[in-house]
Nanobody
Framework: QVQLVESGGGLVQAGGSLRLSCVAS????????MGWYRQAPGKQRELVAV???????NYADSVKGRFTISRDNAKNTVYLQMNSLKPDDTAVYYC???????????????WGQGTLVTVSS
């Protein structure tokens, strides 16, 4: 009914940059909050950054000053610009939309399939 598809992951050296994108599609009326989470091997999934429809943002302390979340409401797309990457940033990054209003006037929480980011030292 509603899908999130991430792109932009890959292998980068420490200190480098990557830009992740997540496009939502399907029976969407409105997407409120969108966010990025990550899960490193052997660790729990953690919040990276979230952005409201009005572009208020919140970041994990570990990425503040290095990552920037943004969105294009007209395109149902959220971005994550990642600069000054560190090996500790290596993880699968997941896009999340916890409150998507659909054409059936119901709210859904949707997750993407994830995109792998590997930062080499």
């Amino acid at each position: 009914q509603v899908q999130l598809v991430e792109s932009g992951g890959g292998l980068v050296q420490a200190g480098g940059s990557l830009r992740l994108s997540c496009v939502a599609s399907g029976s969407i009326v409105r997407i409120n909050t969108m966010g990025w989470y990550r899960q490193a091997p052997g660790k729990q999934r953690e919040l990276v950054a979230v952005i409201t429809r009005g572009s208020n943002t919140n970041y994990a302390d570990s990425v503040k000053g290095r990552f920037t979340i943004s969105r294009d409401n007209a395109k149902n797309t959220v971005y994550l610009q990642m600069n000054s990457l560190k090996p500790d940033d290596t993880a699968v990054y997941y896009c999340n939309a916890p409150d998507v209003l659909t054409l059936t006037m119901t709210y859904l929480e949707v997750w993407g399939q994830g995109t792998l980011v590997t930062v080499s030292s």
